[in-house]
Nanobody
Framework: QVQLEESGGGKVQAGGSLRLSCAAS????????MGWFRQAPGKEREFVAA???????FYVDSVRGRFTISRDNAKNTVYLQMNSLKPEDTAVYYC?????????????????WGQGTQVTVSS
């Protein structure tokens, strides 16, 4: 089992920045591929970004160049730095640990999930 807890959400104006953190406990953090998902009101949960155990990173097209995922294995923490935020980035953001899969692009399949943190971007 892996327990995940997100923090860092909040309200920001368009063009602003936020950094989300996800602290992991339980099994060895460095053994897990990690990622972020988001779910906007009335929409399905969507993959946002992932980082492999080797440090390779993957992003959905809508955030590439604006968001950066990173991990600190010594702190059992994964981060999502979000810059140039847009109102359409408003959602509950979830941290996940799981496996990487390839369809038309790489994405994470979550086995363990956090409770989520709200990000609201106003125009």
């Amino acid at each position: 089992q892996v327990q995940l807890e997100e923090s860092g959400g909040g309200k920001v104006q368009a063009g602003g920045s936020l950094r989300l953190s996800c602290a992991a406990s339980g099994r060895t953090f460095s053994n897990y591929h990690m990622g972020w998902f988001r779910q906007a009101p009335g929409k399905e949960r969507e993959f946002v970004a992932a980082i492999s155990i080797y440090g390779s990173t993957f992003y959905v097209d809508s955030v590439r160049g604006r968001f950066t995922i990173s991990r600190d294995n010594a702190k059992n923490t994964v981060y999502l730095q979000m810059n140039s935020l847009k109102p359409e980035d408003t959602a509950v953001y979830y941290c996940a640990a799981g496996s990487l899969r390839y369809g038309t692009t790489w994405y994470l399949v979550g086995d363990y999930w956090g409770q989520g943190t709200q990000v609201t971007v106003s125009s």
